[in-house]
């Protein structure tokens, strides 16, 4: 079957860092996507990794392993505003995204 | 800015009832999803077209119809709704098959079906 998992839930402190995993297995792969959620809003696009390796975007940054079907997003010098659901999503074919459930991260000041 | 649209929020409707869910986007973007979103299962894919008048069903087609007449819009038909179709509704469009398959996503509706 085709399956990402990520965690559910995760808490940090506003100014640290966190790392939030996503694991996948699919039948095929065309990249991986980053989406960030706020309650009530439209997900918007954070990441895309389609090679190995590290992609780094400001205050954000998405790392890939195809091998090991394995991918991380860093949130570095967290802000009260990037509490929100975080959505993994691989491409699995031309019109196939499949996502996973999301992880809700909390900001604690 | 790029931008999808729809219609509704938020609605309220009876079981039995016809439902239509409209997107618009203003983007030329040849490819037009509709996803449902349910807490603990994800984001999940009802039908999808790839150009005007084209169709194909996803993963969870059952009880649902799309239309789209138009390049711009992608309408969701719910013919009876039932309760179990209470949920968030996401519309999505990409550019074509050959770009880098981003997704822009609408703001969503909510569907509570009693």
């Known amino acids: 079957g085709q399956n990402i998992d990520q965690p559910t839930e995760m808490t940090a402190t506003e100014g640290a860092i966190v790392q939030i995993n996503c694991t996948y297995q699919t039948s095929g792969f065309n990249g991986l996507f980053w989406y960030q959620q706020h309650a009530g809003e439209a997900p918007t696009f954070l990441s895309y990794n389609v090679l190995d390796g590290l992609e780094e975007k400001g205050r954000f940054s998405s790392f890939l392993s195809r091998s090991k079907g394995y991918s991380y997003l860093l949130l570095k010098e967290l802000q009260m505003k990037d509490s929100a659901s975080y959505l993994c999503?691989?491409?699995?074919?031309?019109?196939?995204?499949?996502f996973g459930t999301g992880t809700r991260l909390k900001v604690l000041a | 800015d790029v931008k999808v649209t729809q219609s509704s929020r938020y609605l309220v409707k009876r079981t039995g009832e016809k439902v239509f869910l409209e997107c618009v986007q203003d983007?030329?973007?040849?490819?037009m999803f509709w996803y449902r979103q349910d807490p603990g299962l994800g984001l999940r894919l009802i039908y999808f077209?790839?150009?005007?008048?084209?169709?194909e069903k996803g993963d969870i087609p059952e009880g649902y119809s799309v239309s789209r007449e138009k390049k711009e819009r992608f309408s969701l038909i719910l013919e009876s709704a039932s309760t179990n179709q209470t949920s968030m509704y996401l519309c999505a469009s990409r550019q074509g098959e050959f770009d880098t398959g981003e997704l822009f996503f609408g703001e969503g509706s909510r569907l509570t079906v009693l």
């Open positions: 077209s790839y150009d005007v008048k084209m169709k």
């Open positions: 999503a691989v491409v699995s074919g031309t019109y196939k995204y499949i």
């Open positions: 983007m030329d973007h040849e490819n």
